[in-house]
């Protein structure tokens, strides 16, 4: 099977679905398959994240990166990405078209979120087999944050878009239920066509160690209070004033929030932090990659959330590295969210409605109070991974999707 993904982000770039990618990829590749990646140079976090990467490499496992070249604007401004969009987009576009080799087939992410319009663009002129992967869902987030609106006319042309391009894929793969309905309700897509798998994280590579010997909970003074832990994109699609809140009541106890990362409201809760004198929130940078075991493993409790409105249209993918490590989890959704099935289902922590504070005090208090409780939690929460979230697990049902989708002869 010959497989070629695309993605504006991809390893070593600290964007989660460069990473998933790239396991995937390689997963592939030792599975048989011949894999190659088409991505762009490091530019998803700030500068100092970006790494420097050859144009092409070939991974232990056989898998062959190319990386193009494209302006590398901060994403925080819609017109910045937007030119890295487009200087990825077109250029990608002509390399699509023009390719030669036969029988392959192709995986089309949301990364940027029209990315596989390119996909849909080439099937008119040649064949193309490709496959949809949907992370995020637009224009609908568009929409949710009001970039555009809603019924506009940007809104319904991106919609027509969708509905071709779905339409002509050979596959689609979302990451849970609600995104499946999304999918096939809003643009008339056979469900039989539409296939749940959800992310995943390296369960080798993260996995449960004891706080105390975690070096990052050593070096930043979190061994003896009760710690909260928040690690990855600090974007629109989560809510954050929730444990803002808490971690005020919270203020005179023995309890610390930490914050890991960057994104869009970075800046709102540095605000927050200073403005409440928040003495027991600490708010950190992005950690190098290598680390990342220790530093997810630098606390008594991982904080998963997602806002009001994403159900089907995004997905926390940060539930996956947080249950690897063991932790019990502290999620907070809108009651019909499929994270408060997840975790309540399954032992794996505790979930509290967004905007409900006093609640999650509550939570936070019980695990306090009972150790041997939030340690068995944290058991559920790993047995949970081993069960169902492993890469091995998705890659697998990834590999049946995509052989679905080859072109036979």
Not at 80 to 89: P, Q
Not at 274 to 286: G, M
Not at 292 to 318: H, Q, Y
Not at 347 to 360: C, I, M, T, Y
Request: glycine share 6%; with cysteine; proline share 6%.
């Amino acid at each position: 099977m010959k497989v070629v993904i695309l993605n504006q982000y991809y390893a070593p770039d600290v964007a989660s679905t460069g990473h998933l990618l790239h396991e995937l990829a390689n997963n592939l590749a030792e599975g048989g398959a011949d894999v190659q990646v088409i991505t762009c140079r490091p530019s998803y976090g700030p500068p100092e994240t970006w790494q420097p990467c050859p144009k092409r490499e070939r991974t232990p496992a056989g898998v062959r990166v190319f990386r193009m070249r494209s302006t590398r604007y901060s994403k925080d401004r819609i017109l910045g990405r937007l030119i890295n969009s487009i200087t990825f987009l077109l250029p990608l576009f002509l390399r699509v078209l023009f390719r030669k080799r036969r029988g392959e087939v192709f995986l089309y992410t949301t990364n940027p979120p029209y990315l596989g319009i390119v996909g849909t663009i080439v099937s008119f002129f040649r064949s193309h087999p490709y496959v949809l992967l949907l992370h995020d869902a637009y224009p609908q987030l568009a929409v949710w944050v009001g970039k555009i609106r809603k019924g506009g006319l940007i809104d319904r042309f991106w919609h027509f878009l969708n509905g071709v391009m779905y339409r002509r894929a050979r596959q689609t793969i979302v990451l849970c239920d609600a995104a499946k309905e999304l999918v096939c309700k809003t643009y008339g897509v056979d469900p039989s066509l539409v296939h749940v798998i959800p992310n995943w994280a390296d369960g080798e590579f993260l996995h449960p160690i004891e706080k105390n010997s975690s070096t990052f909970a050593v070096e930043h003074g979190l061994l003896e209070p009760f710690t909260v832990l928040y690690s990855g994109n600090l974007g629109l699609y989560y809510e954050f004033d929730t444990i803002l809140n808490a971690a005020t009541i919270l203020r005179d106890e023995n309890f610390k929030l930490v914050f890991v990362g960057a994104g869009g409201v970075r800046s709102h809760i540095e605000q927050q932090i200073r403005d409440r004198k928040l003495d027991n929130t600490l708010l950190l940078p992005h950690q190098p990659f290598e680390t990342l075991n220790e530093s997810l493993n630098a606390c008594d409790a991982s904080l998963v959330t997602i806002a009001k409105g994403i159900e089907g249209i995004s997905f926390p993918s940060k539930l996956y590295s947080s249950l690897a490590v063991g932790k019990p989890i502290l999620a907070i959704s809108e009651r019909y969210s499929s994270l408060k099935t997840i975790i309540e289902k399954n032992n794996a922590g505790r979930w509290v409605e967004l905007g409900d504070p006093d609640g999650l005090v509550k939570a936070i208090r019980a695990m306090m109070n009972d150790s041997e409780e939030a340690m068995r939690m944290g058991k559920s929460a790993r047995d949970l991974f081993n069960r169902d979230y492993t890469l091995q697990s998705s890659a697998s049902r990834y590999a049946d999707v995509l052989e679905m989708a080859v072109p036979k002869p």
